[in-house]
């Protein structure tokens, strides 16, 4: 049974920086497009950034620059390395891995809060 | 990159209804439209892809169309278990758009 787990997330203060991970089992993370999204408390799911199984990687507007994301296929795990984070990037990130045909799998979501 | 617009932002209707959620994008994804559902709680779940083929396991009421731009998801006699938040996304190239702003559907 494919499982996303992450973890990494927590709260944070405003400035700091986070690395959330997503660690991937009967899934190939390298194989496959992988992406972050995320939920703000009360607002609607946001696209954060994808990585394809090409190695292209995109980011959305609003964390671009700050965050990078990448993978490593030893230990099949996707990290988002967040920096400079600010109050607004508070939220529940999700991983999203899809496979053909296509597949979608999500992880339960890691809570990030920034605050001082 | 694709933006994605959402009407109406909410909706209320009763059991039974037929239901129908469109989406416009920013700029032509010919098929490539997602639709998804998001339960309070839960993790968000795809309905439907290449804007009318229905994901493994989701009930026949669900059904998409559309083309281009222009693209709607229709409940055909809503459920109680229906009510959610349904988001539509394009991602007919890299990087994939943007999810619409969420429709949210009650029962009356």
Known sequence: EVQLVESGGGLIQPGGSLRLSCAASDFTVSGNYMSWVRQAPGKGLEWVSAIYREGWTYYADS?????????????????????????????????????????????????????? | DIQMTQSPSSLSASVGDRVTITCRASQAISN????????????????????????????????????????????????????????????????????????KVDIK
Do not use: H
């Open chain 2, 32 to 103: 490539y439209l997602a639709w998804y559902q998001k339960k309070p709680g839960k993790v968000p779940k795809v309905l439907i892809y290449a804007t009318s083929t229905l994901q493994s396991g989701v009930p026949s009421r669900f059904s998409g169309s559309g083309s281009g731009t222009d693209f709607t998801l229709t409940i055909s006699g809503l459920q109680p278990e229906d009510v959610g938040t349904y988001y539509c996304q394009g991602y007919n190239r890299a990087p994939p758009g943007t999810f619409g702003q969420g429709t």
């Open chain 1, 63 to 116: 964390v671009k620059g700050r965050f990078t994301i990448s993978r490593e296929s030893s230990n099949n795990t996707l990290y988002l390395q967040m920096n400079s984070l600010r109050a607004e990037d508070t939220a529940l990130y999700y991983c999203r891995g899809v496979a053909a045909p296509p597949v979608d799998y999500w992880g339960q979501g890691t809570l990030v809060t920034v605050s001082s």
